[in-house]
Structures are given as C-alpha cells and as structure tokens.
C-alpha cells in the first residue's frame, strides 16, 4: 500500500535486475567526477540511463532535496520521455544533456537557464519549435538535432548549420530584452513567426531577404516603429 515514486512505475513494473541497474546507476551519479569547460572546473555526477524504457525524466534528479543538483550531465538516449521537468532549471552545474531518440516535441523555456550547458543532443524526437530561451545558452558548443522536422528556426537557417541556429536564438532573445530584430541579408524565405512572440518589440529589419508576405496582425502591432 505504500506510494513509491524512486524507481518510478516504467522501473517498478520491469523485472527486478532492472531494478538493480537503475538504482546502482543512480548512486554512480552521487559520486564526483571532474570537467574542464573553458578554463572552469566542474565538479559533479555523471547519470547515464539509457535504454531503460522510462517514460519521465527520473523523478530523483530534481525533487526536493535532491542529491544529484551538482550532475555535470545526463544521457537518457534512447528512452520514450516526452518532456523535461520546469526545474531542469536547478541543475546549474550540468554541461550536457543528450535526450537523443526520445519523444520530445517540445522543449521547456527553463532550459535557457541551464547557463552551464555545453552540449544538448535531441537527435532523433519530434521537435517542431526550439524556444528563443535555448539562445541565452552563450556556452553552448554543440547543438545535435538531426531527425527532427523543426519549422523554428526557418529551414534556411537550420540548413546553415548549428552555428547559425544558435546565432537565430540568441538573437531573437537578446531582442526580447531590447525589442529590436534585426535580419538583415539572412536569405529568409518566410517571415520568421517567433517575432511575435517578442514583447513591446520596436525595430525590426528583415531587408535583403526574399520574404514574399508579412502577416497582417503582425503589420497591425502598434509598438513597432520602424519596419524595413
């Protein structure tokens, strides 16, 4: 009659040695090993989970009073998770994060504040959006997304490379803070749809490229002050 939620129901309900190897890879994660990211030191765990048939991010990672806060990264490849708790927010030691053949079709903005992150893989979900907040990641070296059909960013910017991608995102979110975006000469083939979603935004240049049609309620916004 008990409610036991570590190892979670996709555990509980395989056989027992499964059991083991979930908890026996829990502990490993407990134990401090070290990483050097641009000249800075990180110490913390290592939680490699793969192929374990969970459905959820391990509950252990992120309750209350968790042990495992200072993990400097997590592989869970190769599982069938679909979302990322909102308090992924409080593992601010973690540099990467591989989530690669997962069910993922979206990502939560509060990974943009995972500031230590270095290298995120989602290869293989069902990405459409990457949220603008993955742009404040200004240590991100690796971005892996290959096998997803995303829409945002613009496919002529996915086609340019991961450099490019991070480049989009940390535009469109240094733009949310000073409402200016500016595009110019990008090759867009569309208008970018996540201009709307900037608040109170002001300036926007998209010149030089070949967008055919500007949505209507977005030429209707009343803050905009200039338009090129």
């Not at 401090?32 to 000249?39: A, G, K, R, T």
């Not at 293989?124 to 690796?142: A, E, H, Q, R, S």
């Not at 569309?190 to 010149?207: G, N, T, Y």
Request: aromatic content about 10%.
């Amino acid at each position: 009659g008990n409610i036991v939620w570590s190892p979670p129901k996709d555990i509980t309900s395989q056989p027992f040695p499964v059991w083991f190897d979930y908890l026996h890879q829990l502990s490993l994660a407990r134990l401090p090993q070290q990483c050097f990211l641009s000249d800075y030191l990180y110490v913390g765990g290592i939680l490699h989970l793969n192929k374990f048939g969970l459905s959820v991010f391990p509950p252990e990672v992120v309750s209350a009073g968790s042990d495992y806060l200072d993990l400097i990264e997590i592989n869970l490849d190769y599982n069938l998770i679909s979302a990322l708790p909102r308090d992924v927010s409080k593992l601010s030691n973690l540099t990467v994060l591989s989530m690669r053949e997962n069910r993922f079709r979206t990502l939560p903005k509060t990974l943009g504040k995972c500031y230590s992150l270095s290298e995120i893989n989602f290869e293989n979900n069902l990405l459409t959006f990457l949220p603008l907040d993955i742009g404040n990641l200004t240590g991100l070296k690796k971005l892996k997304l290959d096998g997803n059909n995303l829409t945002h960013p613009p496919l002529e910017i996915v086609k340019l490379g991961i450099p490019a991608m991070i480049r989009f995102l940390k535009l469109f979110a240094e733009a949310s803070s000073n409402g200016e975006v500016a595009m110019s000469g990008c090759d867009l083939k569309s208008f970018p749809l996540a201009i709307a979603d900037v608040e109170d935004i002001k300036i926007v240049d998209l010149s030089h490229n070949y967008i055919g049609r500007i949505p209507a309620e977005f030429l209707a916004c009343k803050t905009i002050v200039q338009l090129d």
